[in-house]
C-alpha cells in the first residue's frame, strides 16, 4: 500500500509541475502583457494630456471607458470560450486588443482617445476571467491558491517593469516625427499581438488533448479534474439570470472591486502623484516601479501561506484591511517617502487579496456556473473598481487638489467590503453543513449558489 501510496504522489508532483511550467509562464507573460497595455496610459499622460488638450476630469474619464467596456463584454467573452475553445479565444482577445492598444498612438483629441479605450476593454474582457477558468480545467482545487497567486503577479510585475520601460520610451520623444507617447504605445502594443499568434500553436484545450504530457499523467490528470466537476456538480447549478440577481454574486463582486480599484486608480493616477513631488519622467517611473516589486514577491508568499493553511477567508479579509489602512493613512502624511510607504502597502493588500479571493470564488461557485460567475464577479468589480473609482478619484483631484481625498472613498470601500465578506463567508459555511446533513440523510440538496 505505502508503495502505491508513494507512486501516485510522485506521479501526482511530476504531472503537475510539468503542467505547471508548461501553462503558467506563458500565460504569466500574456497577463504582464495585458496589464502594461491597459495600465501604459498613467505615464504616456505626462506627455500625451497636453499634446492633445484633455484635462484631468476628461483624463480620469478616459481611463474609466475601459472598465465599462470590459464590464458590458466580458461574461459574453467567456461563455464564447467555453463554446471555441481557450486556446482560439485567448489568441483572439490578444491580437485584437494589441492592435487596439497600438492604435492608440494615432489619437488626436479627447474624442478619439474615448473611443481608443473604449474598444481596449471591449477587446481585451474575458481574458483574465477566461483563463481561471482555464485553470478549472487543469489545476485540481488543492493547488489553485499558490497557482493563482503566482499567475497574477503578472499584475504588480507588469507596472514594475511597465513604468521605468514607458518612462525610457517617453524620451524616444521626436524620433521619426512621432512624440514619445506614441512610440509608448506602438512599441508595447505589438509584442501583445505576437504572443496572441503564439496562444495557437502552446495553449492545448484539456488535459486529455496534450502530448506535453506521457498517457499516464493525462489519465491521472483527466480523472482527478473529472472527479472535482463532478464533485461541484452536486452543488446547484443557477441560471445565467439567477446568478446575477444573486446576493452572493453580488456580494463578491463588491469585495473584489476594492482590490480592483485600489490597483486600477494607482495603475492610472500613481506617476501623477509621484510628479506632483518635483520629480523628473524617469525618477517618477522607477520610483512607480518600488511598491509593485514588493507587492509581487508578497503576494506569492501569501497564496502558498492560504494553501498551505487550507484557509481563504481572513486570507482574504486581511489584505482588504491593509488597503482600507493604507488609504486612509495618506491623509496624515505629506513627505513623499512615507507616501511611497503607504501606497506599497496598499498594493500588498491589494494583490495579496487575489489568490486566496478567487480560490474561495471558485469554490463557491457550481461548475456549470463558473465561466459566467467569474466573469461576472470580474465584470461588475472592475466597473465599480475601474469605471467608477478612477472617475471619483479625478473628481476629487480636479475639485479639490488633493491627491488624499481621492484615495479615502476607496478605504470606506475596503471597510464595507469586510463586512461583506465575512457575512457571506458565515452563510456559505451554514449551507455547506446543510447540504452535508442533507446527503447523509439523502434528502435533496436545497437550490444554493453555494454549498
Not at 508578497?298 to 489602512?325: F, Y
Request: hydrophobic share 55%; charged share 15%.
Amino acid at each position: 500500500m505505502d508503495t502505491i501510496t508513494t507512486n501516485v504522489t510522485q506521479l501526482e508532483k511530476d504531472t503537475m509541475r510539468k503542467v505547471t511550467w508548461r501553462l503558467i509562464p506563458f500565460l504569466m507573460a500574456c497577463y504582464l502583457l495585458a496589464f502594461i497595455d491597459r495600465g501604459n496610459i498613467g505615464m504616456a499622460s505626462l506627455q500625451m494630456n497636453h499634446d492633445i488638450g484633455i484635462s484631468a476630469q476628461m483624463f480620469g474619464f478616459a481611463s474609466s471607458l475601459f472598465f465599462i467596456s470590459y464590464f458590458m463584454f466580458e461574461v459574453p467573452s467567456n461563455l464564447a470560450l467555453q463554446k471555441f475553445g481557450a486556446r482560439k479565444w485567448i489568441a483572439r482577445i490578444m491580437v485584437t486588443w494589441g492592435t487596439v492598444s497600438a492604435g492608440t498612438a494615432l489619437v488626436q483629441g479627447p474624442y478619439s482617445l474615448y473611443a481608443v479605450r473604449f474598444l481596449l476593454g471591449a477587446a481585451e474582457a474575458g481574458f483574465f476571467p477566461g483563463v481561471l477558468l482555464y485553470m478549472t480545467y487543469w489545476i485540481p482545487s488543492a493547488y489553485r491558491g499558490r497557482i493563482v497567486a503566482i499567475f497574477m503577479v503578472s499584475i504588480p510585475m507588469a507596472s514594475f517593469i511597465g513604468a521605468p520601460l514607458s518612462a525610457a520610451l517617453l524620451q524616444t520623444d521626436g524620433m521619426l516625427g512621432l512624440r514619445g507617447w506614441q512610440w509608448l504605445f506602438i512599441l508595447e502594443g505589438l509584442p501583445t499581438v505576437l504572443f496572441g499568434v503564439a496562444c495557437l500553436w502552446f495553449l492545448t484545450d484539456r488535459p486529455e488533448q496534450a502530448k506535453w504530457l506521457t498517457a499516464e499523467q493525462r489519465d491521472w490528470l483527466s480523472k482527478r479534474m473529472d472527479g472535482e466537476r463532478a464533485a461541484s456538480k452536486a452543488k446547484a447549478h443557477v441560471s445565467i439570470w439567477k446568478l446575477f440577481r444573486s446576493k452572493e454574486v453580488l456580494g463578491m463582486a463588491l469585495v473584489c472591486s476594492t482590490a480592483s480599484a485600489a490597483g486600477s486608480v494607482l495603475s492610472v493616477w500613481m506617476p501623477q502623484m509621484f510628479k506632483s513631488f518635483g520629480l523628473s519622467v524617469m525618477q517618477t517611473g522607477w520610483l512607480a516601479a518600488v511598491p509593485y516589486l514588493v507587492a509581487s514577491v508578497l503576494m506569492v508568499l501569501w497564496g502558498r501561506h492560504s494553501d498551505r493553511k487550507n484557509e481563504r477567508r481572513w486570507h482574504t479579509v486581511i489584505p482588504l484591511a491593509l488597503i482600507g489602512a493604507g488609504m486612509l493613512s495618506t491623509l496624515f502624511v505629506s513627505s513623499l517617502a512615507i507616501t511611497v510607504v503607504m501606497l506599497t502597502c496598499v498594493l500588498i493588500g491589494a494583490y495579496s487579496f487575489k489568490g486566496p479571493f478567487w480560490a474561495l470564488s471558485s469554490g463557491w461557485l457550481a461548475a456549470g456556473s463558473a465561466a459566467a460567475g467569474l466573469a461576472g464577479i470580474n465584470a461588475v468589480s472592475n466597473l465599480i473598481g475601474g469605471g467608477l473609482m478612477v472617475n471619483v478619484y479625478g473628481w476629487i483631484k480636479a475639485e479639490t487638489g488633493s491627491h488624499a481625498l481621492g484615495l479615502l472613498p476607496i478605504a470606506v470601500l475596503a471597510m464595507a467590503s469586510i463586512v461583506t465578506l465575512l457575512t457571506l463567508s458565515s452563510k456559505a459555511r451554514r449551507e455547506a453543513a446543510a447540504a452535508a446533513a442533507a446527503a447523509a440523510t439523502g434528502r435533496p440538496v436545497a437550490d444554493k449558489l453555494t454549498a
